[in-house]
């Protein structure tokens, strides 16, 4: 399995911009379908965000998040970001990586239990 690790959260004021960086090692990230998810405080599960598939490119976004996030991946730097805009008290929370092994070809999976790896987490703070 590979092993994560994120960077880039902090403190940032309603409708300012973040981007959260998730590095990779243990494995090659062109063979990984990767996700970001979140545990806000009134949160009882981790909540899917979105996800990128390792063939044809795929990409999937949660309700809330649609619009506002972009889920980036770069093969040569090992790396899955996520390019937060719009943000809003209620984005307040600790932000995940995770990722599955995937065959080639097979669907994008938004359920936190098929994802594998996690990364430790790091927080995220809108204020008002």
């Known amino acids: 399995q590979v092993q994560l690790v994120e960077s880039g959260g902090g403190l940032v004021q309603s409708g300012g911009s973040l981007r959260l960086s998730c590095a990779v090692s243990g494995g090659s990230t062109s063979t990984y379908n990767f996700g970001w998810f979140r545990q806000t405080p009134s949160g009882k599960e981790r909540e899917f965000l979105a996800?990128?598939?390792?063939?044809?490119?795929?990409?999937r976004y949660g309700d809330s998040v649609a619009g506002r996030f972009t889920i980036s991946r770069d093969n040569t730097k090992n790396t899955v970001d996520l390019q937060m805009t719009g943000l809003k008290p209620d984005d307040t929370g600790v932000y995940y990586c995770a990722a599955y092994w995937s065959a080639w070809g097979r669907p994008l999976t938004t359920m936190s239990s098929d994802y594998s790896s996690w990364g430790p987490g790091t927080q995220v703070t809108v204020s008002s």
């Open positions: 996800a990128s598939n390792r063939s044809r490119g795929g990409v």
